[in-house]
Structure formats: C-alpha cells, structure tokens
C-alpha cells in the first residue's frame, strides 16, 4: 500500500472512532426509549456528512471521495442508501453501520436524511429557491448564507447559519424582510422584482438549506451551541416563533406533571430522577439559564429535546400549544428579567 493510502485508511479509522466515541459518550440515544432519528444521524453521519447534510464537515477535504451531500443527492433512492448505510460502500469511508445499528435505526436515519435534507432535491420549488437565492441574494449573503464579506453597508448581511439566526428568523419575518426590504440597510425589498412566489422559494429555501437544522446546536459541531446566548433585552421580549400566546396557569401544570421529576419543582434540577441522570436537568434557578434563553430558545428546547441527554423531545407528547403554555412557565418563572422565582 502507498504511503498515501496508509494514511488516508488511518484517518478514515479514526474518523469512525470519532464517531463512535461521541455517541457513546453520552447516553445512546434511541435506546431503550422511541427512535430519534436526529440524534442518530448527528451522532454517527453528522461528523462526515455535515450538519445540515451537505458534506461540509471537518473530514471533507481529507476523504476520496468525499462525504455526499445530501441536498445534491435527488437521483439517490431510498434502498440504494438503505443497502449502503447497512453494508457499506467499497473503496469510501462508508463503512457498514449493521454492527452498530439495528434496522430500524437504520431505516430511522435513512427517512431523516431524505425528510431533512434531500428534500431539496427532491422538491422543485426548493430548487427553484436554490436558483432564485444563487442570482439575487448570494452576492451579499455568500454561498453558504454565512454572508459575503466584501458586501457593502454599515451594517452586515444577517448570517444565516448561526443558532441565533435560527431561533430569531420566524418565515414570516424572513417573507416580510425580503418583500419589504429593511429600513437603512442594504437589504432593499424584492416586491417590485421578484414575484411572491419566487420570494418564498427562497425563504423556504434558505431554511431547509442553509440555517441549522433546529437540533444541531446540539450536536455539539456547532460553536456556541445553547440557543444563541441572548443578552439584549429585545431577546428578552420576543414572542413564541410560531405566533402564539403560552398561558402560564396551564403550563404550570404541565410542568408538575412532566418536566419537575427531572427539573425539581423549585426548576433547581433537582427532581427524584435527576439523580439517576447523566447530565443533570438544567437547573433554571442558574444565572447561566436566564442569560441564555428567550422564549424562542425554550419553546425550540422544549419542542426538540436535548441529544445525547434525557430531555425528551416533547413535540411527540404535546401539542404545539401545549408546549408554548409550558415554555412560557419556564420563561415568566426563572427567565424573565425581575421576576422572583430564582436565587
Ligand atoms: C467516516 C466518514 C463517514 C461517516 C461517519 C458516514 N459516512 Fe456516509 N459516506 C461517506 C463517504 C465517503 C461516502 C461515499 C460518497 C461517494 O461515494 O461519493 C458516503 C456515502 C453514503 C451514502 C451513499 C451515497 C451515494 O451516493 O452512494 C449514504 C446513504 C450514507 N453515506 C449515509 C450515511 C449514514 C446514514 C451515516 C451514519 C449512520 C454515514 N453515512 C456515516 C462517509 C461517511
Ligand atoms: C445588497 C446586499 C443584499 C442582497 C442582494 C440581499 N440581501 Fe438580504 N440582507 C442584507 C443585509 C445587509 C441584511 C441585514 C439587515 C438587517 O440586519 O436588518 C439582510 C438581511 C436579510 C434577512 C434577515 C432580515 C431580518 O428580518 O432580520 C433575510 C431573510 C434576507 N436578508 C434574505 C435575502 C434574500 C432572500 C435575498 C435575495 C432575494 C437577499 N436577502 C438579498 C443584504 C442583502
Ligand atoms: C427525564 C428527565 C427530564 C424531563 C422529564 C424533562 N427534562 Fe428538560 N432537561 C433534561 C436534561 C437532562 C436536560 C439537559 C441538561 C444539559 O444538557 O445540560 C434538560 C434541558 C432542558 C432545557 C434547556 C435546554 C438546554 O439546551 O440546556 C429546558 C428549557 C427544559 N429542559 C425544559 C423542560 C420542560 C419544559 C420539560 C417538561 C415538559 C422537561 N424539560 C422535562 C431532563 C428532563
């Protein structure tokens, strides 16, 4: 074997460790409890594949061939990737995942992958999008969406890949951005210039192509992680993301019944199952909590779950509403700005 060649099997080992390692350190996801395809995906691929699916991750530049993107993937059928995640793919860094994970994990990630990801290229308006954004938008916000630094103005193109990014920007607000322009900024309106229908092929597009899948923060790739570390006050005062009111009578009770066995009825994370826990539930009494989380960051929390830890994903027990009555609990309790619930 070349020199070359030696090296490249050895990176590919290690890469594998990495991935193995990294959903072994915490408690394996899926296990035990209902499948979470997400955490597979960004336990195991993630680390390959990339965050948003697209191939871009540290491994890239150092594997022949390439992870595959996924959002470039449209001709991929469902059994070819089910076949390749099982057995492998000779001659790649694919290794075969049976060892590792049962059928239906594998048939769990395979239908995340496509759901999330391949749905762009799957989709012909979010292609459409991919075009309408490539003539129109990149050359201030970059090819990426992270913004392109030789765009002009004070104040810079939003960067669309960070956490913060995806709590703040509702589709309705990106919509009326891009129709309306910003005031004083660079980002002028697409009303007169591009038709409705092309506006949202590229909001759509933008969302499920370039901002961070809702959960990865968590995965741990992702810099800052912890829902985009909100000081300012406006943070503060920002409504649910999907435009609903929480009534915090209702949510207080869905907080006894479902969140204060891990969290503790006081929110100091110290109910009976804590102790069993690894990690601990979030303690809501710590500064750390107040500063970082705004009603968006806690309904996205609340709704999705935490990776890797035993904070379930609660969109699969209650309804949207319900979950904004109790993330509005938590807010008005331990994280608004002087209130009294915390030491
Ligand atoms: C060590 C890096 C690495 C890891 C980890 C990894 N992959 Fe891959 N994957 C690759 C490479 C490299 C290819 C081959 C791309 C090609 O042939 O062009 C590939 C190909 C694939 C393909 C087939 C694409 C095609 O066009 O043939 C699927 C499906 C896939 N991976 C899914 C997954 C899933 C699911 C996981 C996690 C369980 C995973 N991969 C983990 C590197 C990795
Ligand atoms: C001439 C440069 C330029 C072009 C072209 C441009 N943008 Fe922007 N965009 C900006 C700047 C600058 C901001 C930051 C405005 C702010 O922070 O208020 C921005 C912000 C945004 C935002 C976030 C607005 C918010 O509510 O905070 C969205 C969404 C957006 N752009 C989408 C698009 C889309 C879609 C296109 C193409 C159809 C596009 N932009 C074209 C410069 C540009
Ligand atoms: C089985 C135990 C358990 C239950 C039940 C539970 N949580 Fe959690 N929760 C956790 C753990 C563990 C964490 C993660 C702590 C960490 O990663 O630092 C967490 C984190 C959180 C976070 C912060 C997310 C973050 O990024 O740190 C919020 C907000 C939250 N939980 C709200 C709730 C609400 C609301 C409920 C009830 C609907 C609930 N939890 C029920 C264990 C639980």
Known sequence: ??????????????????????????????KGGPLNPSAIYHNYCSVCHGDRGDGNSRAKNSLVPPPRDFT??????????????????????????????????????????????????????????????????????GDHGQGAPSSLGLIPPRDFTTPQARTELT??????????????????????????????????????????????????????GRGGQLTSTDGMRQGFQNGLTGDPGKGAKTFMANCSTCHGVKGDGKGP???????????????????????PAIYTAVHDGRLGAEMPAWSKVLNDQEIADVSEYVFRRFAQPGNSGRK
């Open 72 to 141: 470039r993937a449209g001709e991929l059928s469902r059994d070819t990737m089910l076949t390749i995640v099982t057995h492998g793919k000779p001659g790649t860094a694919m290794t075969a995942w049976k060892t590792q994970l049962d059928s239906n994990e594998i048939v769990a990630v395979v239908d995340y992958i496509r759901s999330t990801f391949m749905q762009i290229s799957l989709d012909p308006k979010l292609q459409r999008g991919r075009t309408v954004f490539a003539q129109n938008c990149m050359v201030c916000h």
């Open 273 to 295: 199952r804590a102790y069993f826990i690894n990690p601990k539930p979030r303690d809501f009494t710590d500064r750390s909590f107040r500063f970082a989380f705004n009603r």
């Open 171 to 224: 589709r309705e607000r990106m919509l009326n951005s891009v129709t309306n322009g910003r005031p004083n900024t660079a980002m002028a309106g697409f009303a007169g210039r591009l038709p409705a229908s092309d506006i949202e092929a590229a909001v759509d597009y933008i969302r499920a192509a370039l901002m961070l899948p809702a959960t990865s923060r968590i995965s741990g790739t992702s810099a800052n």
């Open 1 to 30: 074997m070349n020199r070359q060649n030696c090296l490249a099997k050895i990176l590919v080992s290690l890469l594998a460790a990495a991935a193995c390692l990294s959903a072994h350190a915490g408690e394996r996801p899926g």
